[in-house]
């Protein structure tokens, strides 16, 4: 089993850049694909960016060239490095593992509130 724990959300004026902090404990993280997903109210769950556990990354649309996520093996955690934030970026953030491409997101997060005011 995998525990994450996000961390790092906040509010942020527009323009400004936040860092989140996923932290795995438990199981076997390094070899596991993390991710970024996003929720904002009324809304579905959105795909935010991934990296793979070979260290390939993907991102969304909406985020691509102010987003990156990254992840350090020695800490078991995920990052993801927000800049140029948008009021449209407001949302609640949750990390997310899986063991490989063709399962499931099954390990969660709580998740935590990015908040960018315009």
């Known amino acids: 089993q995998v525990q994450l724990v996000e961390s790092g959300g906040g509010l942020v004026q527009a323009g400004g850049s936040l860092r989140l902090s996923c932290a795995a404990s438990g199981g076997t993280f390094n070899s596991y694909d993390a991710g970024w997903f996003r929720q904002a109210p009324g809304k579905e769950r959105e795909f935010v960016a991934i990296?793979?556990?070979?260290?390939?990354?993907s991102y969304g649309d909406s985020v691509k060239g102010r987003f990156t996520i990254s992840r350090d093996t020695a800490k078991k955690t995920v990052y993801l490095q927000m800049n140029n934030l948008k009021p449209e970026d407001t949302a609640v953030y949750y990390c997310?593992?899986?063991?490989?491409?063709?399962?499931?997101?099954?390990?969660w997060g709580q998740g935590t509130q990015v908040t960018v005011s315009s």
């Open positions: 997310a593992a899986r063991r490989n491409i063709i399962t499931p997101w099954n390990y």
């Open positions: 990296s793979g556990s070979g260290g390939s990354t």
